[in-house]
């Protein structure tokens, strides 16, 4: 079962522009996380926030968390060709349960 | 040098053959999960153990074993009930369900 849903599902950008996906969730969390993941490699963790924090930076990444909406967003800003890849929201939900990942938001990042 | 690693990369199996996958982590992690990915889509859950000697099936099992008798390694055997098997399998390790998880780098099975 998917608790996160990314969106949009696929998005194509300028390098040097922002880029904005969104991930929404049905039930209540402790924390959600973001992962990249290149084609045809593992996922790599890039951010964890948790339910009493509302937005939180690692180097280029912006990301944002509204409980009352159950939706987070995640913000690349200036972005690379490097940075093209899926991303992926994952949510925990009942206590001792494993996370559960969306179906990712695609990015590519024209040079 | 840590880490999660998944053996072989590439696997070709023909139809009506078991295949085992390997991985093995040195992250002295308790947790290990089995994923399953499709062409364009996301993860879904195969199988997943929390300790040593127990684990429990995720949302796919049906087709599906493993074992968890250390806790560095939980391969992952696709059986042949298992009717579409091709597609690419990740396996990861954490501390804790809702903590950070570190995968492999994943094996790309196909079905000849």
């Known amino acids: 079962s998917q608790q996160g849903e990314e969106d949009p599902q696929a998005l194509s950008i300028q390098e040097g522009e922002n880029a904005t996906m969104n991930c929404s969730y049905k039930t209540s969390i402790n924390n959600l996380q973001w992962y990249r993941q290149n084609s045809g490699r593992g996922l790599v963790h890039l951010i964890l926030i948790r339910s009493n924090e509302r937005e939180k930076h690692s180097g280029r990444l912006r990301v944002t968390l509204d409980t009352s909406k159950k939706s987070s967003s995640l913000l690349i800003t200036a972005s690379r060709a490097a940075d093209t890849a899926s991303y992926f929201c994952?949510?925990?939900?009942?206590?001792?349960?494993?996370?559960?990942f969306g179906k990712g938001t695609r990015l590519s990042v024209i040079a | 040098d840590g880490g999660i690693t998944q053996s072989p990369k590439y696997l070709f199996r023909k139809e009506g053959q078991n295949v085992t996958l390997s991985c093995e982590q040195n992250?002295?992690?308790?947790?290990m999960y089995w994923y399953r990915q499709d062409p364009g889509q996301g993860l879904r859950l195969i199988y997943y153990?929390?300790?040593?000697?127990?684990?429990q099936k995720g949302d796919i099992a049906e087709g599906y074993s493993v074992s968890r008798e250390k806790k560095e390694s939980f391969p992952l055997t696709v059986t042949s009930a298992q009717k579409n098997p091709t597609a690419f399998y990740l396996c990861?390790?954490?501390?804790?369900?809702?903590?950070?998880?570190?995968f492999g780098p994943g094996t790309r099975l196909t079905v000849l």
């Open positions: 992250l002295n992690h308790d947790a």
């Open positions: 990861a390790s954490t501390t804790g369900p809702s903590d950070t998880q570190y």
């Open positions: 994952a949510t925990d939900g009942k206590r001792n349960t494993p996370l559960v």
């Open positions: 153990s929390q300790i040593v000697n127990d684990f």
